[in-house]
């Protein structure tokens, strides 16, 4: 299991249990409202992926129906006019690479929060192209292993088109080109894969290895702290967990 799907894991297990509801739905509704603006103001996830994607994250969380329809009307009327994605790159304590997705209304607000947080973590906020440089963007596919072996899963998702596959505890992450993450999800859904989860993510290509605990609880903490805040959607980071 590679140290980076493991963290990965960790992270998103955490986004499970700790999340409180109502700050649950406020970003999964900032997600689809950005989705319809991404995707060209289409409200029909049937035209637009990206808002497919977000849907199903939404109903997989038990967001109420009219919460997203709600979400897709605001992205496609004049109160979206001034919601938009804003990207924060820099350093954590220890140097490893941070990216930071927000949604906001309010991008001077968004930016002098994250910015304090960075200086309370004495983290290194960072220009834009600082660290970008260092992840790809690509379709991330987490499945069950169920009765399939990984090995089973591992050729399924080659056959199908993935460019990678990684196995961590139960679960597998199986990464995709951008484009193709449609494609090779609904092939794998046919071949009776459970898919827990499939998104747009940004995988580092280059890492940095943690091994001591004391320096991996100081920039988990830093970073659960990211994902808390109300207009943070993703954060990334390049760690890669070695304990």
């Known amino acids: 299991m590679s140290g980076h799907s493991k963290w990965a894991q960790i992270k998103r297990q955490k986004g499970v ?85 927000a949604a906001t209304d309010n991008p001077m607000r968004t930016t002098s929060e994250i910015k304090n947080v960075f ?14 440089y260092q992840f790809k963007q690509m379709g991330e596919i987490i499945v069950k292993g169920g009765g399939k072996s990984f090995d089973d899963i591992f050729s399924l998702a080659v056959d199908a088109g993935a460019e990678d596959v990684e196995e961590a505890g139960d679960e597998v992450f199986i990464y995709t080109d951008m484009q193709d993450l449609a494609k090779i999800r609904d092939n794998l859904i046919l071949q009776s894969l459970e898919i827990i989860e499939a998104g747009l993510v940004r995988r580092p290509v280059v890492t940095v290895p943690v091994t001591e605990q004391e320096k991996f609880d100081k920039i988990a903490g830093f970073l659960n702290t990211l994902e808390e805040m109300d207009d943070v959607q993703k954060v990334y980071s390049n760690m890669e967990l070695n304990l």
């Open 17 to 101: 249990n700790d999340k409180k509801r109502g700050q649950t739905f406020t970003k999964l509704g900032n997600a689809i409202t950005i989705a319809v603006r991404q995707g060209g103001g289409i409200g029909d996830p049937n035209q637009n992926f990206r808002l497919r994607l977000a849907m199903d994250a939404a109903r997989a969380a038990n967001m109420p129906k009219e919460n997203i329809e709600r979400a897709i009307q605001r992205a496609m009327g004049k109160q979206a006019g001034d919601f938009e994605e804003v990207i924060y790159e820099g350093f954590a304590p220890g140097g490893v690479s941070v990216i930071v997705e």
């Open 119 to 132: 200086n309370k973590a004495g983290a290194s906020f960072g220009q834009p192209g600082s660290v970008s």
